[in-house]
């Protein structure tokens, strides 16, 4: 379908005016006009809506970034590599996500800078230094058992407490004690059983998340990610990786403790976005101990350390939780 | 379009719907979120016997409903420091809904698009990237850019142009081809 209505440049600077949301409240209703009373205004809009909506998804999927310009670069500092729903990001480059001619040896070779980065680091402790530290030890292919708790002071019934085991940056496994779900990640796709269901399976936690709406009973775990477009916030990596994006961060106590305390506090509004975040690292090797996010509607959220236990190379898969449920992709 | 599972054919309209959602929030999170609870109507609606004719038409719908409820609750006027003006938001919304494009030319400008996008000096990519990848603003772009908000905003306006332009000679190429 050719664009054949011609619209006059005046129209067209309107119609990018507005996704630019930089039009007057003259010009918005100079444009309200033209649409309800130009056919041309509205075919022209309409195809540049289109255009605006392909973007954003070619966006959301990696597919705007310049091939030959690698995401990463030692400057950016531990975590910013590697596997698909790692989010941390350069300061230089605040990418959601990252692309996917992001090959292994690229992933590789900035591993090396990064280690070295972090080997030449400076001896002060700041608290940028702590967060990459901790960044760098979430993506240890290391098990690692959290408990989580979801608390709010005004409403008890909200309380719940769940078990969270995570291996880097994107496998993990999350069950509430009442065990009426499990969802989890293997790393490539999404899963969700609940005792005697189907386990439902997608690649993309796009597709998944209306699906847990309906059918897990207690919805607050949704409200551990962010945004559709960020990876839940379960996992450690997700969790820094956000306040490195989106936070201004201190160094809540001095030098010389067993434990680095460092507290984010978020820059502007954002949707679903935790007002603040504290995050406890071991001092020696980074690793995080505890993390509480809180929420303006005093909902708040606590990871605390149970062990490091070596878990069985399957754990991350759905059969190994539902070994004889129907499979139902997404 | 075939006739898949709804929540399939609500993805194959994401961009049409996003670009929509866009419009009228100019908040690609937002936009997102929309999107997602649309997701969540559709799915509660495609488990119910009812049966529904015009899945494009009424998905339309379901998002322009969503998309004004959540304008109206999250008060974006605070975020934004100022709502767009209601009578643009009602023209931009029938502009939506009366769009009657088959789902094939659609699909043909998205390719055209695409190819467009994938010629881009890496430079314009760059740009576009910017800020459609990473939701950048005018002032995070320049400041990295080496460059000023409004250089900015004025490039990526001819992108824009150039990109539409470059769609619709395609179309019309591969419509004299045909």
Known sequence: ?330 | MTESQPIQQYLQLRSEFMGYLYAITRDAELAEEVYQNAAVVIIEKASSDEAIRNFRAWAKEVVRRQALHAIRSRETARRHGRAIAPELLEAISKTFCEDESTASIVQEEAKAMQKCVDELPQEKKKLVAMRYEHDATFDEISSRMNSTPAAIQRALSRIRKMLHKCTQRRLALSEVQQ
């Open chain 1, 1 to 330: 379908m050719s664009d054949k209505n011609k619209s006059t440049p005046e129209t067209e600077a309107l119609i990018i005016g507005h996704f630019d949301n930089s039009l007057t409240e003259r010009q918005e209703s100079e444009l309200a006009q033209r649409l309800a009373t130009c056919p041309e205004t509205r075919a022209r809009f309409r195809t540049q809506m289109r255009m605006e909506g392909r973007l954003h998804s070619l966006g959301r999927d990696g597919f705007l970034a310049p091939a030959a310009v690698p995401q990463a670069s030692a400057a950016d500092g531990p975590g910013s590599h590697i596997e698909h729903r790692v989010t941390t990001v350069a300061e230089s480059s605040p990418s959601r996500r990252i692309p996917p001619v992001f090959t292994s040896w690229m992933a590789a070779a900035s591993t090396v800078l990064l280690l070295t980065a972090w080997a030449l680091w400076p001896s002060g402790v700041n608290a940028a230094s702590v967060l990459r530290k901790a960044q760098l030890a979430a993506q240890e292919l290391v098990d690692r058992t959290y408990r989580v708790t979801l608390s709010n002071p005004n409403d008890q019934a909200l309380e719940q407490e769940l078990t969270l085991n995570i291996r880097g940056g994107s496998k993990f496994v999350i069950r509430p004690v009442d065990g009426s779900y499990i969802m989890g990640s293997d790393g490539s796709e999404f899963w969700m059983a609940r005792p005697d269901g189907p386990v439902w399976v997608t690649s993309d936690y796009r597709a998944l998340a209306p699906a847990l709406r309906r059918r897990i009973p207690n919805q607050r775990i949704l409200g551990l990610a962010t945004s559709p477009n960020k990876p839940l916030l379960l996992d450690i990596t997700g969790l820094l990786s956000l306040i490195k994006q989106k936070y201004e961060i201190e160094l809540v106590n001095p030098n010389g403790t067993p434990e680095h305390h460092i507290r984010a506090t978020l820059r502007s509004e954002t949707v679903n976005a935790p007002e603040t975040i504290e995050v406890w690292a071991d001092a020696d090797t980074g690793v995080v101990i505890k993390a509480m996010t809180h929420w303006t509607n005093q909902n708040s959220r606590t990871l605390e350390l149970l062990n490091s236990e070596t878990l069985n190379q399957n754990w991350y898969q759905y059969p190994r939780h539902a070994p004889n449920a129907k499979l139902r992709r997404l």
